[in-house]
T-cell receptor, first 112, second 113 residues
Framework: GEDVEQSLFLSVREGDSSVINCTYT??????LYWYKQEPGAGLQLLTY?????DMKQDQRLTVLLNKKDKHLSLRIADTQTGDSAIYFC????????????FGQGTELSVKP | NAGVTQTPKFQVLKTGQSMTLQCAQD?????MSWYRQDPGMGLRLIHY???????DQGEVPNGYNVSRSTTEDFPLRLLSAAPSQTSVYFCASSLTGYTDTQYFGPGTRLTVL
């Protein structure tokens, strides 16, 4: 079946790196996404990676994909208080018309 | 370009009442979907549509109806609201489907008493 798992909480100090982890079960996923949700707001797409890639870097964000272990991570360098939010990992499933399977979300708390 | 808009932002219903959550996009996207967000459970897909006149069920469709008469609009109907439908509802759209970035609306916070 399709399942995406994330740890629920992460706390870091401002200026440190944050690493948010995600595991998924469906091997037919095509794209894997990271979304950010600030309090009271909708979801904002941060970055995504195609399932045949290992790594993608976008400014302070680095996405690593280990397809063998079905493990995805998001690294935020030089974490700022404005990065405090809930981060969702999601996978899209081949041949299911755009359906996204979301993890539970990881609440990142950045302390000054 | 307004993107994906949702109305209302907040709604309180009594058990048994019906209502329609509105979703519209002005990006000429074919794919639209509805999710609900509950604490500790992430987002779960309710219904989705791959184009005008075509809808399909997602993971948690019971108690909800949808229709897609135009490309722009994808309303979600609650036929007889139940407290279990208290949630935050998000609408999303993308150009054609899973290979395209999905854009989310700001959400509707619904409370059913």
């Amino acid at each position: 079946g399709e399942d995406v798992e994330q740890s629920l909480f992460l706390s870091v100090r401002e200026g440190d790196s944050s690493v948010i982890n995600c595991t998924y079960t469906d091997s037919s996923s095509t794209y894997l996404y990271w979304y950010k949700q600030e309090p009271g707001a909708g979801l904002q797409l941060l970055t995504y990676i195609f399932s045949n890639m290992d790594m993608k870097q976008d400014q302070r964000l680095t996405v690593l994909l280990n397809k063998k272990d079905k493990h995805l991570s998001l690294r935020i360098a030089d974490t700022q208080t404005g990065d405090s939010a809930i981060y969702f990992c999601a996978e899209s499933i081949r041949n299911q018309g755009g359906k996204l399977i979301f993890g539970q979300g990881t609440e990142l708390s950045v302390k000054p | 370009n307004a993107g994906v808009t949702q109305t209302p932002k907040f709604q309180v219903l009594k058990t048994g009442q019906s209502m329609t959550l509105q979703c519209a996009q002005d990006m000429n996207h074919e794919y639209m979907s509805w999710y609900r967000q509950d604490p500790g459970m992430g987002l779960r897909l309710i219904h989705y549509s791959v184009g005008a006149g075509i809808t399909d069920q997602g993971e948690v469709p019971n108690g909800y109806n949808v229709s897609r008469s135009t490309t722009e609009d994808f309303p979600l109907r609650l036929l007889s609201a139940a407290p279990s439908q208290t949630s935050v509802y998000f609408c999303a759209s993308s150009l054609t489907g899973y290979t395209d970035t999905q854009y989310f609306g700001p959400g509707t916070r619904l409370t059913v008493l």
